[in-house]
């Protein structure tokens, strides 16, 4: 019989205080298998730490949005927000699903080209497009929304030079009464600024006023906030139809929507507090049917929903590298991913899911990931069993912004794996190495030899 593992006894205050109404063991149940594929043979394959994704997850996601918005407004295209996740393999799967590309940089737009999508079902986004930049997108016939002044005194200049129209969209934003406002990107509205902007772009018939686009923010956790928004651009497109008597073709309400995870201080779980799809839906169509377009100029309804179609497709797959106890009592779990690859962990408490079965001894937690570095903090408490070194977790919902904003910081990425309908696990992401890393790297002749 093997020799059972001993631990020292600790004496430790009890704090009910992290408990929420529900009590303390809503958090876990084991999680062994993804998409009917054992975590234990993904890893045994792939490596940990490994990102696993799922194709009929996020095919799931982008069904039920589509039927969400489709069912109540006649005229709706979505665009996949590259930067909430561009590995190929994903982006492919929303486009195969009907998505345009929504792009923020050059890098992007080139992998919405590469990965096939015309340039005229492209949305050019983001403050930091440069003059060739513009003159791709325009050769492209993409549709640019512009930023700011900056940028449209640069388009006019662009667009005269290339002898070529270019369609455009003005980014506005808007007090919706969630605050802090995002008031960086765009034209406002309740100060004039927008309506300037429109000004100026319909006394240059090179640009083609055919949008209005806003983007109120991230994880918003009131759909009214949308109506308010979709009012607005309603407002502005109804103005420009009375001055210049021109419909305007499409209104884009970004993205923003909320996913499942849970917020960082928030005293419910987050799917009981986010609306659902169908709100988000709601507060925009029936604002703008109502708002008194004719029927021939109701204009095209754009979305630009990124984590909300993608967070509970993705899980990140990793193992225990050792426990501890700090000077406190309280237990320590060291994990072999950090916050390196879950950027995410700074603002949302992650589920954490064991992924065999475990003793019902439970206990609080903090969550270490293994970096050299105080900040590396994936759960600062949790209730979770006693997880020894060797056993492998699950962590949820970590499909938007993780494998965009992951770093390489002390470690490398690892392998990206997606799981298809048939349950075949297809590696859509290579894990990196020392040569990775060695490629982009020089190094000056005199410092090539040394002694010690
Ligand atoms: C980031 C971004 C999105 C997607 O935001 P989510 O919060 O992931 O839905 C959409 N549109 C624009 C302009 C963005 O910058």
Redesign the pocket.
Same mark, same amino acid.
């Given at each position: 019989m093997a020799k059972l593992s001993y631990e020292r006894p600790v004496i430790q205050k009890l704090n009910t205080g992290s408990m929420n109404k529900f009590g303390t063991r809503t958090e876990y149940a084991p999680v062994s298998h993804i998409e009917g594929v054992a975590v234990k043979e993904i890893i045994a394959e792939y490596g940990s730490p490994v990102f696993v994704i799922s194709e009929p997850q996020i095919r799931k996601n982008y069904q039920n949005a589509v039927r969400a918005f489709k069912t109540r407004y006649p005229k709706v295209q979505f665009a996949w927000?590259y930067?909430?996740n561009y590995l190929n393999a994903v982006c492919k799967v929303f486009h195969q699903e009907g998505a345009w590309a929504?792009v923020?940089s050059i890098f992007e737009y080139k992998k919405a080209l590469g990965n096939g999508v015309p340039g005229n079902k492209i949305i050019f986004? &983001?403050p930091d497009k440069s003059e060739e930049d513009l003159t791709i997108a325009i050769e492209n016939k993409s549709l640019i929304?512009i930023d700011h002044f900056d940028e449209l005194y640069m388009l006019i200049e662009v667009v005269q030079k290339l002898k070529q129209k270019a369609s455009v969209a003005i980014?506005v934003n808007m007090d919706t009464g969630v605050y802090p406002m995002w008031d960086r990107?765009g034209f406002n509205y309740e100060n004039g600024q927008a309506w300037n902007a429109i000004n100026k772009i319909m006394s240059h018939p090179e640009l083609e006023l055919n949008g209005l686009?806003c983007?109120i923010?991230?994880?918003?956790l009131t759909a009214s906030a949308y109506a308010t928004a979709a009012w607005k651009l309603c407002d502005l497109a109804v103005n420009v139809k009375a001055k210049w008597n021109k419909p305007i073709q499409y209104l884009d309400l970004? &993205?923003?929507?909320a996913?499942a995870n849970t917020l960082k201080g928030s005293y419910l779980q987050g799917p009981d507090i986010i609306p659902s799809m169908e709100d988000y839906a709601e507060a925009i169509s029936s604002t703008i049917l109502n708002f008194g377009f004719k029927q021939n100029e109701l204009p095209t309804l754009f979305l630009?929903?990124?984590?909300?179609?993608?967070d509970d497709a993705g899980y990140l797959l990793g193992s225990v590298i050792a426990t501890k106890r700090l000077s406190d009592g309280r237990r320590a779990t060291i994990m072999d991913f950090g916050v390196n690859l879950l950027f995410t962990a700074f603002w949302y408490n992650h589920k954490i899911s064991p992924a065999q079965e475990f003793s019902h001894h439970t206990e609080d937690m903090v969550v270490y990931g293994p970096l050299c570095m105080n900040i590396d903090c994936i759960r600062e408490s949790v209730n979770l069993p006693l997880l020894s070194k060797g056993d492998q977790v699950v962590v949820h919902k970590v499909g938007?912004?993780n494998m965009t904003q992951w770093m390489q910081f002390i470690q490398m990425r690892p392998n990206v794996v997606m799981i298809d309908g048939q349950n075949k696990v297809h590696l859509i992401r290579h894990k990196e190495s020392l040569d990775t890393m060695l490629q982009y790297e020089h190094l000056p002749q005199h410092l090539e030899k040394f002694e010690l």
């Amino acid at each position: 019989m093997a020799k059972l593992s001993y631990e020292r006894p600790v004496i430790q205050k009890l704090n009910t205080g992290s408990m929420n109404k529900f009590g303390t063991r809503t958090e876990y149940a084991p999680v062994s298998h993804i998409e009917g594929v054992a975590v234990k043979e993904i890893i045994a394959e792939y490596g940990s730490p490994v990102f696993v994704i799922s194709e009929p997850q996020i095919r799931k996601n982008y069904q039920n949005a589509v039927r969400a918005f489709k069912t109540r407004y006649p005229k709706v295209q979505f665009a996949w927000s590259y930067k909430t996740n561009y590995l190929n393999a994903v982006c492919k799967v929303f486009h195969q699903e009907g998505a345009w590309a929504e792009v923020v940089s050059i890098f992007e737009y080139k992998k919405a080209l590469g990965n096939g999508v015309p340039g005229n079902k492209i949305i050019f986004n &983001g403050p930091d497009k440069s003059e060739e930049d513009l003159t791709i997108a325009i050769e492209n016939k993409s549709l640019i929304h512009i930023d700011h002044f900056d940028e449209l005194y640069m388009l006019i200049e662009v667009v005269q030079k290339l002898k070529q129209k270019a369609s455009v969209a003005i980014r506005v934003n808007m007090d919706t009464g969630v605050y802090p406002m995002w008031d960086r990107f765009g034209f406002n509205y309740e100060n004039g600024q927008a309506w300037n902007a429109i000004n100026k772009i319909m006394s240059h018939p090179e640009l083609e006023l055919n949008g209005l686009h806003c983007h109120i923010g991230t994880y918003m956790l009131t759909a009214s906030a949308y109506a308010t928004a979709a009012w607005k651009l309603c407002d502005l497109a109804v103005n420009v139809k009375a001055k210049w008597n021109k419909p305007i073709q499409y209104l884009d309400l970004g &993205g923003g929507f909320a996913s499942a995870n849970t917020l960082k201080g928030s005293y419910l779980q987050g799917p009981d507090i986010i609306p659902s799809m169908e709100d988000y839906a709601e507060a925009i169509s029936s604002t703008i049917l109502n708002f008194g377009f004719k029927q021939n100029e109701l204009p095209t309804l754009f979305l630009e929903t990124g984590r909300a179609l993608i967070d509970d497709a993705g899980y990140l797959l990793g193992s225990v590298i050792a426990t501890k106890r700090l000077s406190d009592g309280r237990r320590a779990t060291i994990m072999d991913f950090g916050v390196n690859l879950l950027f995410t962990a700074f603002w949302y408490n992650h589920k954490i899911s064991p992924a065999q079965e475990f003793s019902h001894h439970t206990e609080d937690m903090v969550v270490y990931g293994p970096l050299c570095m105080n900040i590396d903090c994936i759960r600062e408490s949790v209730n979770l069993p006693l997880l020894s070194k060797g056993d492998q977790v699950v962590v949820h919902k970590v499909g938007a912004y993780n494998m965009t904003q992951w770093m390489q910081f002390i470690q490398m990425r690892p392998n990206v794996v997606m799981i298809d309908g048939q349950n075949k696990v297809h590696l859509i992401r290579h894990k990196e190495s020392l040569d990775t890393m060695l490629q982009y790297e020089h190094l000056p002749q005199h410092l090539e030899k040394f002694e010690l």
